[in-house]
């Protein structure tokens, strides 16, 4: 049994969490959960002062948790196992496609890469069952015998994302160089992406820079806040397409020159603009639209292997066109 003393700053708090909390810190090459953890203590595999106890039991300073790492090992490995994505027949809808990568246009409420709450129908599912695909990367883990082990990983070719609620065109690699390549190039913020953004108000300048740094909202961690003495630099250029007074909203171009979760949702929220649909930054309701107006309608770059420039585009989906005119 592996020992841990509870510090004085967890005096109080929960024996699941504070388990969870030192072995996600102690073992970060396993999968471990609260609800792993919760299960392995009503099963007797933590003990705490030598007992056993509930997942709620408040804990005080310097008791003692035992946990049985063989069983942790064992119970992470099958955890991890179980989340494994797997191939399924879902549509995709192809731009491009060549010996490298593929371009497709992701439709909004499809989930890019398996997640809580959402492990099937995702663009990862789709790529699995897709012929010719990068399907696995390796990384030494250690095994329940304490050996190195390589862990497979199912991650096919995906260099970057968009939103579940975002639609828009998306690179994906079909080859490890590809998206070495490909990665190397968004990290040199040399990738130029393109947005349709359909936010509330009459934006007064043609063109304009949000250049304020993003981190995740203290308070709510679904979602991004602007924080100036935190954040991470974000910069977000946009310009008008179109002014539409009578309907108070403006459609606009942005283009991200960073990459940050939700930057363009939360940096036209922050100017007083936020995308309609988007719930999540006080953008409003719109009958019809079950999500925020935002398309990814062009992404330009390198190719990997072929090094010419090349721009590809995704049409405007429906949902959307119908606001756009």
Known sequence: ????????????KRMDNVTTKYMVTERPELEISRTLIQRMIEKGEVLLNKGFVKPGHKVKPDDRIEIDLEELEKESLLEHDKRLPKAEKVSLDIIYEDDDILIVNK??????????????????????????FLTRFNKPRLSNSGRNEEQKIMRPGIVHRLDKDTSGVMIVAKKGRALRRIASQLRNKTVAKKYIAIVRGIVGLDEGIINTPISHDRRNRRKMAIDE??????ITYYRVIKRDKEKNRTILEARPKTGRTHQIRIHLSSI????????LYNGPVVNGLSRQALHAKSIAFIHP??????????????DLKGLTD
Request: proline letters at 9%; aromatic letters at 6%; hydrophobic letters at 35%.
């Open 1 to 12: 049994m592996h020992e841990l003393i509870v510090a004085l700053e967890d005096n109080n």
């Open 229 to 234: 003495e935190n954040g991470k630099e974000a």
């Open 107 to 132: 439709p909004a409420g499809m989930v890019v890469h398996p997640a809580c709450g959402h492990y099937s129908g995702t663009l990862v599912n789709a790529l699995l069952n897709y012929p010719g």
């Open 305 to 318: 292997t072929k090094n010419t420039p090349m721009e590809f585009f995704a049409d405007i989906p429906s």
């Open 272 to 279: 007083g603009h936020p995308i309609l649909g988007d719930t």
